[in-house]
Protein backbone atom coordinates (compact mmCIF):
# COMPACT_ATOMS: atom_id res chain seq x y z
CA UNK A 1 0.00 0.00 0.00
CA UNK A 2 0.94 3.35 -0.86
CA UNK A 3 0.14 6.41 1.73
CA UNK A 4 0.07 10.51 0.97
CA UNK A 5 -0.02 12.58 4.12
CA UNK A 6 -1.52 15.77 4.08
CA UNK A 7 -2.83 18.49 6.16
CA UNK A 8 0.34 19.83 7.89
CA UNK A 9 0.64 23.66 8.57
CA UNK A 10 1.59 26.35 10.81
CA UNK A 11 -0.97 26.59 13.89
CA UNK A 12 -0.87 28.28 17.19
CA UNK A 13 -1.25 26.87 20.57
CA UNK A 14 -4.25 25.92 21.38
CA UNK A 15 -5.42 25.53 17.37
CA UNK A 16 -7.00 22.40 16.00
CA UNK A 17 -5.94 20.26 12.75
CA UNK A 18 -6.86 17.46 11.19
CA UNK A 19 -4.34 15.63 9.31
CA UNK A 20 -5.34 12.92 6.38
CA UNK A 21 -3.89 9.98 4.61
CA UNK A 22 -4.54 8.57 1.93
CA UNK A 23 -3.69 4.89 0.98
CA UNK A 24 -3.50 3.19 -2.57
CA UNK A 25 -2.43 0.02 -4.12
CA UNK A 26 -4.25 -1.92 -1.25
CA UNK A 27 -7.00 -3.54 0.69
CA UNK A 28 -7.14 -0.76 2.92
CA UNK A 29 -9.69 -2.32 5.83
CA UNK A 30 -6.99 -5.05 6.02
CA UNK A 31 -4.67 -2.65 7.46
CA UNK A 32 -3.74 -1.30 11.13
CA UNK A 33 -3.35 2.73 10.52
CA UNK A 34 -1.20 4.64 12.62
CA UNK A 35 0.65 8.01 13.21
CA UNK A 36 3.88 8.51 14.49
CA UNK A 37 5.76 12.16 14.73
CA UNK A 38 9.33 13.18 14.69
CA UNK A 39 10.21 16.28 16.08
CA UNK A 40 14.27 17.86 15.46
CA UNK A 41 16.72 15.74 17.26
CA UNK A 42 14.43 13.19 19.01
CA UNK A 43 13.42 10.00 17.57
CA UNK A 44 10.15 9.06 16.22
CA UNK A 45 7.38 8.53 18.37
CA UNK A 46 3.90 6.91 17.97
CA UNK A 47 1.06 9.05 18.26
CA UNK A 48 -1.89 7.07 17.90
CA UNK A 49 -3.44 3.54 16.13
CA UNK A 50 -6.54 2.00 14.96
CA UNK A 51 -7.16 -1.38 14.03
CA UNK A 52 -9.23 -3.43 11.76
CA UNK A 53 -11.99 -3.85 14.23
CA UNK A 54 -11.48 -0.22 16.12
CA UNK A 55 -9.72 -0.83 18.63
CA UNK A 56 -7.99 2.69 19.07
CA UNK A 57 -4.25 3.29 20.85
CA UNK A 58 -2.76 6.78 21.91
CA UNK A 59 0.80 7.57 22.79
CA UNK A 60 0.99 9.11 26.59
CA UNK A 61 1.49 13.04 25.39
CA UNK A 62 -1.38 12.79 22.92
CA UNK A 63 -4.08 11.04 24.77
CA UNK A 64 -7.32 12.79 25.55
CA UNK A 65 -6.26 15.69 23.18
CA UNK A 66 -6.08 13.61 19.79
CA UNK A 67 -8.07 11.16 18.61
CA UNK A 68 -7.89 8.65 14.89
CA UNK A 69 -10.27 7.27 13.10
CA UNK A 70 -10.73 5.82 9.42
CA UNK A 71 -12.96 5.60 6.37
CA UNK A 72 -12.38 2.67 4.79
CA UNK A 73 -14.29 3.36 1.69
CA UNK A 74 -12.48 6.47 0.74
CA UNK A 75 -9.04 4.62 2.33
CA UNK A 76 -8.64 7.54 4.64
CA UNK A 77 -7.15 7.45 8.23
CA UNK A 78 -7.06 10.73 10.14
CA UNK A 79 -5.69 12.21 13.38
CA UNK A 80 -7.06 15.18 14.79
CA UNK A 81 -5.55 17.23 17.05
CA UNK A 82 -6.85 19.32 19.49
CA UNK A 83 -5.38 22.08 21.93
CA UNK A 84 -2.46 21.72 20.12
CA UNK A 85 0.68 23.13 22.25
CA UNK A 86 4.73 23.70 20.89
CA UNK A 87 5.85 19.94 22.03
CA UNK A 88 3.76 19.22 18.84
CA UNK A 89 5.69 20.33 16.71
CA UNK A 90 6.83 17.59 14.63
CA UNK A 91 7.13 15.95 11.14
CA UNK A 92 3.74 13.31 11.16
CA UNK A 93 3.90 10.56 9.61
CA UNK A 94 1.12 7.96 8.69
CA UNK A 95 1.58 4.05 8.81
CA UNK A 96 0.44 0.83 7.85
CA UNK A 97 0.63 -2.75 8.88
CA UNK A 98 -1.13 -5.54 7.72
CA UNK A 99 -2.86 -7.61 9.37
CA UNK A 100 -5.35 -10.57 10.09
CA UNK A 101 -8.50 -9.40 12.20
CA UNK A 102 -7.94 -11.03 14.91
CA UNK A 103 -4.87 -9.72 15.60
CA UNK A 104 -4.86 -7.92 18.91
CA UNK A 105 -0.95 -7.54 19.72
CA UNK A 106 0.14 -3.91 20.66
CA UNK A 107 1.66 -2.40 17.77
CA UNK A 108 3.35 1.15 19.12
CA UNK A 109 6.91 0.38 17.51
CA UNK A 110 8.09 2.27 14.44
CA UNK A 111 9.46 -1.36 13.45
CA UNK A 112 5.93 -3.18 13.82
CA UNK A 113 4.76 -1.62 10.48
CA UNK A 114 6.34 -1.86 6.88
CA UNK A 115 4.67 1.16 5.24
CA UNK A 116 5.48 4.73 5.32
CA UNK A 117 3.77 7.75 3.92
CA UNK A 118 5.97 11.12 3.50
CA UNK A 119 5.44 13.17 5.91
CA UNK A 120 3.55 16.17 6.62
CA UNK A 121 5.10 19.15 8.66
CA UNK A 122 2.89 20.50 12.09
CA UNK A 123 3.99 23.84 13.85
CA UNK A 124 2.58 24.94 16.80
CA UNK A 125 4.15 28.54 17.57
CA UNK A 126 3.58 29.75 21.27
Known amino acids: VQLQASGGGLVQAGDSLRLACVGS????????MAWFRQAPGKEREFVAA???????LFGDSVEGRFTISRDNAKKTVYLQMNNLKPEDTAVYYCAAKHTILSDSRVFTFQDDYGYWGQGTLVTVSS
Open 50 to 56: IYRNGRL
Open 25 to 32: GGTFNRYV
